[in-house]
């Protein structure tokens, strides 16, 4: 029988270090105690969407009989205590737990569960080991802020810039200062996000009007100096040590999210282990999770929003906070039967199991070839290697190759998913390299390279790339994208390209699943640039982000592509991905 639920308002709990955090607690009537759960906000624990409406609703739970804590973080609305962005998570996610499994109202047992900010303050509580936690569940969220911020070297600018100016708004409340003063801000802040384009082309970025405030722009500021590279990050995190992970963990990861390589680390090192971890793995970008959109191609069976997650969340710590089996929610039960790791396979659109990440697949690589004309999409993917004249092209900062789906994740600057991408052909800044039609399927899993052999006449360079599927009729789906900024490629800061010297790169994509169906066509894009999502190289010695136009130049980049630069895509295979954490 469902339960009648009542809400607790402005729950107060003291930290360690004496800050007040507030929650409201959703729990059944009565003086019973409860299996708990909690969810840790920095978006208002009061908002009705950005807390009922994305996952879970808290009544609903509570009618299933849980005591569910959601919580403000520290620095946010209701709460005490100074923003600091994920790392304060991990003390105050401890505290959290501990704290409500002493309630009136716990039996002692205690989840954590969210999505995005709200998956990293829940797997910095699992990193950090409160003892009555029991489980957890973490969906299109990592917390290696630095992978994160900066994927394969360069920043994750579309989002990051457009989040960083929407979280400013609740700071600008708590200043104290005049109300004239908070109004101005307010309207200064409204005009960068109605101005995104203007805004993400602001150089450097310190400078983005707002963030530039060394408050308001805290984190934003904080990221920027410390790059990709830095003694700086926490690294307390589970990315950073999986033996942190001492209860089960359940993780919700998205193809298209670029929150999800460390999630798929992750869950390749807790493959084996008998905690019973699991992984559902779809082919989202972040904001489908919530909605089951998937972009311009509407793909069978991909869940979203509360109805998918809410059952989930039930039916899984049904199973670790109260020994039962989770068949009072079979939309959730569902994903919780049979092998540990669920995953689709796009291209032939359907859900599969199998017992760990990546799943097995054949081992496959194409060689890169042309004419020199893959500027000119005379690009070829073949199967022997390849003895042709190398492809050049530039790259321009200021007419930067744009980021065409994908991992978009900022809808204001453009959609997100998959979408077509043809519209770079015309391009003469984009090499493609296509295969010729399939005779039979092709199945690829886990993380597909691009190795590249590549010459530049300016001493830094990013190689993006996207790995696409052809469909008979041309149309064009992304299957996986990543980038490298040749400077960092070596894990230090200055690892500076050579005129007239090839250099192997290699780009780790995205994780996928996707099967190349016959008559299909695998294609390879390389760009100088993946633009308004990642920020732009100056092709200098600078930190891109801190220079500004006035110094840009525009080099040529050189693919080589013979017997002795063997530049490839490789696919497939059983093994460790040896993809960043």
């Known amino acids: 029988m469902p339960h009648h639920p009542v809400v607790d308002a402005a729950v107060e709990m003291t930290t360690r270090d004496g800050v007040t955090l507030v929650a409201d607690v959703h729990r059944p009537a009565g003086t019973g105690r409860w299996p708990t759960l909690l969810h840790r906000t920095p978006y208002d624990r009061t908002d009705p969407t950005l807390v009922s ?28 205590g100074e923003l600091d962005f994920a790392v304060q998570e991990y003390d105050d996610g401890y505290d959290a737990v501990e704290w409500a ?60 810039a457009l989040y960083s100016l929407g979280q400013t708004i609740d700071t600008i409340a708590r200043l104290d200062v005049d109300e004239v003063v ?60 999986p033996s942190r992970v001492r209860v089960p963990l359940l993780q919700v990861a998205a193809y298209r999210d670029f929150l999800s390589p460390s999630m798929f680390r992750l869950a390749e090192a807790l493959s084996g282990s008998a905690a019973g971890h699991r992984l559902v793995a779809g082919p989202w970008a972040h904001g489908g999770v919530y909605t089951g959109h998937t972009g311009a191609r509407v793909l ?32 959730g039960a569902r994903w919780l039967a049979g092998e540990p790791v669920h995953y689709y396979v796009g291209g032939e659109n359907r859900w599969a199991t199998t017992s760990s990440w990546p799943p097995p697949t054949d081992t496959s690589t194409w060689w890169l070839d042309s004419d020199g004309d893959a ?17 050049s092209f530039g790259a321009d ?59 530049s006449t300016a001493p830094d360079a990013d190689v993006c790339v996207t790995l696409a599927d052809v469909e008979p009729d041309g149309f064009a789906v992304a299957v ?18 050579v005129r007239g010297e090839p250099v192997e790169v290699t780009v780790a994509l995205h994780d996928t699943a996707h099967t190349f ?41 050189t693919v080589h592509h013979d017997a002795a630069h063997p530049s490839r895509l490789e696919v497939g295979g059983s093994g460790p991905s040896s993809g960043p954490l």
């Open 53 to 80: 409406a994305i996952v879970a609703d808290p009544l609903w739970l509570a009618r299933q009989g849980f005591a569910v804590v959601v919580q403000d973080v520290r620095g946010r609305f209701a709460s005490g």
């Open 101 to 160: 499994a002493a309630q009136p109202w716990s039996d002692g047992r205690v989840g954590i569960y969210g999505s995005s900010y709200h998956a990293i303050s829940t797997l910095n509580a699992v990193a950090a080991g409160p003892p009555h936690l029991a489980a957890a569940l973490a969906m299109i969220g990592g917390a290696d802020m630095a992978a994160t911020s900066w994927p394969g070297g360069t920043f994750e600018l579309g989002f990051l």
């Open 182 to 241: 908070k109004a101005d801000l307010r309207r200064r802040v409204v005009a960068a996000a109605s101005d995104p384009a203007a805004t993400v082309a602001t150089l450097p970025l310190t400078g983005v009007d707002v963030l530039d405030d060394p408050v308001l722009g805290r984190a934003w500021q904080e990221r920027l100096a410390r790059g990709p590279v830095s003694d700086g990050w926490d690294r307390r995190h589970v990315h950073a040590d």
């Open 300 to 331: 069978p069976g991909t869940p979203g929003g509360v109805g998918a997650w809410g059952p989930l969340i039930a039916a899984w710590f049904d199973v670790h906070l109260r020994g039962g089996d989770g068949s009072a929610f079979p939309a």
């Open 375 to 391: 500027a000119a999409g005379g690009g070829r993917l073949v199967a022997t290697v390849p003895d042709g004249p190398a492809d």
């Open 397 to 455: 900062p200021r007419d930067p190759a744009p980021t065409v789906g994908g991992v978009m994740t900022a809808p204001p600057l453009g959609p997100d998913g998959i979408q077509d991408q043809r519209v770079l052909e015309g391009r003469d800044d984009v090499l493609i390299y296509t295969g010729e039609p399939l005779a039979a399927p092709v199945t690829v899993a886990g993380v597909p390279r691009v190795v590249v052999h590549l010459e």
């Open 480 to 497: 996986a994208e990543g980038a490298v900024r040749t400077r960092y490629r070596h894990g230090g800061t200055a690892d500076w390209l």
């Open 517 to 557: 169906r016959t008559g299909h066509r695998v294609r390879v894009q390389i760009a100088g640039a993946s633009w308004p999502r990642r920020s732009r190289n100056l092709h200098t010695t600078t930190v891109p982000e801190l220079g500004t136009l006035d110094e840009a130049v525009v080099p040529r980049h």
